[in-house]
């Protein structure tokens, strides 16, 4: 059974925080390196962070010193913690798993497993 199941989503004002959580099955958790990311409408999506199955982070230089990836094996979960929030940032927010970091850091939906994405939303 594939699950990646993210939430934490929601409307903060500028400066703010929030974590979003990304559940995933046991396998996929436990074998493939997992990452976040996001689409605004109109654009690409954006690599924001990933985390390998032996803990090393890599993040995009965006969200450098504001966001923290992290994972929870006692709970199969990869966490987000938004620090710092922009307008900027408002955004459908994605988990994703694959086998290969060059692959998951394509964010092609086509490939790896996707979750069904949170909304998150920062006024102004």
């Known amino acids: 059974q594939v699950k990646l199941v993210e939430s934490g989503g929601g409307s903060v004002q500028a400066g703010g925080s929030l974590r979003l959580s990304c559940e995933a099955s046991q396998w996929i958790y436990t074998t493939f390196h997992m990452g976040w990311f996001r689409q605004i409408p109109g654009k690409e999506r954006e690599g924001l962070a990933s985390?390998?199955?032996?803990?090393?982070?890599k993040y995009g230089d965006s969200v450098k010193g504001r966001f923290t990836i992290s994972r929870d094996n006692a709970k199969n979960t990869v966490y987000l913690q938004l620090d710092d929030l922009r307008p900027e940032d408002t955004a459908v927010y994605y988990c994703?798993?694959?086998?290969?970091?060059?692959?998951?850091?394509?964010?092609?939906?086509?490939?790896?497993?996707w979750g069904q994405g949170t909304q998150v939303t920062v006024s102004s």
């Open positions: 994703a798993a694959d086998s290969s970091m060059a692959l998951l850091w394509r964010a092609d939906p086509n490939t790896g497993y």
């Open positions: 985390i390998q199955t032996d803990g090393i982070t």
